[in-house]
């Protein structure tokens, strides 16, 4: 009889948890039953059945199904919509081009405006507008300008107003609204809470819209490759949107998701919650903010040149946290007693310093074991940095990307030679990691294979090399998209590999990933993307 929820493909299966050396590290065949690997080896070793399905995946190269370990596909599926309006450096290389693109989209009478993907040091001549600007360009209509970072944004009155905000408005924990000499708002917010709170009126008019809008984007990911993705921005709202996805067959990927902490705050949800396709395993936490903004809070100052005054940012500039190590300990104290993963945002070395003393203490307070706290983008972490981390069972997820469209602007507006080090993924791996590699939503392109490939060469799309860290080797490039990331996803019991048992997540490659060249590898397609071994 026939087994319709059994398939056997043929082709060449990379085994990223393998020595790429090994010639185990490649099959021919694999057999999927009701969702999952049951047999992998060489077509002798998994023969054809009566009554299984074959697929042969021809000449390409399946690896395990890609993950996006640090992502915001909540937030991405509105900032990719029709109802943004898309001015990101990826998209628009100049100053002027911003302004037409904002300028168009006010002359089309909208009941309010949203710009995301401001970013002067990329788009040259961007000078930062005031509350007064923005009044005199869009008048009576909401205008709110977000930065690419997602870290601060710019706002005109009518959207002050919209988003019920004034001179007397306090500044939530961890972020700031701007305001003048006089007290009144300057027309900035800084940092996520201000950010969402201003920007919230125009996401919720998308709300109607968002199941549609987040099926469109999840299934861009699996297009993409990406099987897997960590919500690093999840809210208790989205649980109905994705159950409904979930019911209605629309969810195509995986979702592991973070819940954004606050003081006072406390989790939405058991510890154990979901299932293999959704489920939430972490609290998000954030110690600094934007290297983009100025503030990182590092030991050392912003270098003084033309882009850096152009921010804002005045002579031996020093950013600063958002929360003191006493706070952090006490944010994430509310969440990881009960056994939550933490996920801290740290960029600069001091907040990298104040992330591990707050990890340090938690994981002391409470006797945690395997506790897997999570250091996000690791800008300027030291190679001791990532040692101490080692030491205290903390894993480390790097923003590698950075180094492709803002390795030049690294070194010569931000930081001179100490931004040459910028997300040393070499050290990480040296000090023992199972390091990871992500593109945080919106900021870059969802570009897994382009990751591995910096993270290799660290070099700029201009061709300059960022030699003050340590290149990464193939093998641990591969495993931080595959299994290390399912690893610090807790979810290595389902996921991140070609073996029995897992689920049969994988991705075929037009290039064979153990072998070709870094820029090869980068350029290189997706040709088919399989969850639960459903290829699409």
Known sequence: MSDPTATRFTGRFVRTDRDPEDPASLAEAMLVENGRIAALGSRDEVPAQRGVDDVDLGEGWAVPGLIEPHG?????????????????????????????????????????????????????????????????????????????????????????REAGIDRDTPDPAGASFGRDASGELDGVALEAAAVFRVAGPAMQAAEARLPELMASYLGGLRRSGITTVGDLSWSRPLDAVIRGLQESGSLSVRLRTYEMSKPGGRPGVELRNGDARLRQVGVKVWSDGSPWVGNIATSFPYLDTPATRALGLGPHHVGRANYTTDQLIEIGGQYAGDGWQLACHSHGDVAIDSTLDAYEELIGRFGLGDHRFRVEHCGLMTPEQFRRASRLGVTVSLFVDHI?????????????????????????????????????????????????????????????????????????????????????????????ALSPGLYADFTVLDVDPRAVGPEALASGRVLATAVDGVLE
Do not use: K
């Open 72 to 160: 915001h596909p909540s937030e991405a599926a509105v900032q990719l919509s029709d109802a943004v309006v898309d001015i990101r450096p990826v998209v628009i290389g100049t100053a002027d081009g911003v302004w037409q693109r904002i300028r168009a989209a006010l002359a089309a009478g909208p009941e309010r405006v949203l710009a995301n993907g401001w970013d002067p040091l990329l788009q040259r001549g961007l000078a930062a507008p005031t509350i007064r600007d923005l009044d005199a360009l869009a008048g009576d209509t909401p205008l709110v300008i977000v930065h690419n970072s997602g870290h601060s944004l710019y706002f005109n009155t009518a959207a002050a």
């Open 404 to 496: 492709t469209y803002w390795g030049d602007v690294l070194v010569d507006d931000l930081f001179g030679p100490r931004g040459a080090a910028w997300a040393d993924a070499g050290a990480a791996f040296a000090a023992g990691h199972r390091a990871t590699f992500h593109n945080d939503g919106t900021v870059t392109p969802c570009e897994p294979l382009r990751n591995m490939a910096v993270a290799e060469t660290r070099t700029s799309r201009t061709g300059r090399h960022l030699d003050g860290g340590t290149p990464a080797a193939r093998a641990d490039t591969l495993r931080a998209h595959t299994a290390n990331a399912a690893w610090q996803l807790r979810s290595e019991h389902e996921i991140g």
